[in-house]
């Protein structure tokens, strides 16, 4: 991110306890994003066509990986504006 200034990143699905205290359990909203954004490139019919540029040293695997982390930042700053 160009500000280096980390996006909030809350949790995905948080929940009250019985007392009325928040919780926080399972996914960061970040992570979630990032399984959505990977859902989205595997399933296209053409994902290898997609301009996702290779870091040198990453399988593909990896490099889908860290292109949907790269999207999933993009959306939590997105949601700050």
């Given at each position: 991110m160009p500000d280096k200034q980390k996006p909030e990143n809350p949790p995905a699905f948080p929940y009250l306890s019985m007392d009325g205290d928040t919780i926080y359990r399972g996914l960061s909203m970040r992570d979630y994003f990032a399984a959505k954004a990977m859902h989205g490139i595997l399933n296209s019919?053409?994902?290898r066509d997609l301009d996702l540029k290779m870091e040198s040293g990453l399988s593909i695997v990896e490099n889908?990986?860290?292109?949907s982390y790269k999207i999933a930042d993009a959306m939590l700053k997105a949601r700050q504006q």
């Open positions: 019919d053409n994902w889908i990986a860290s292109h």
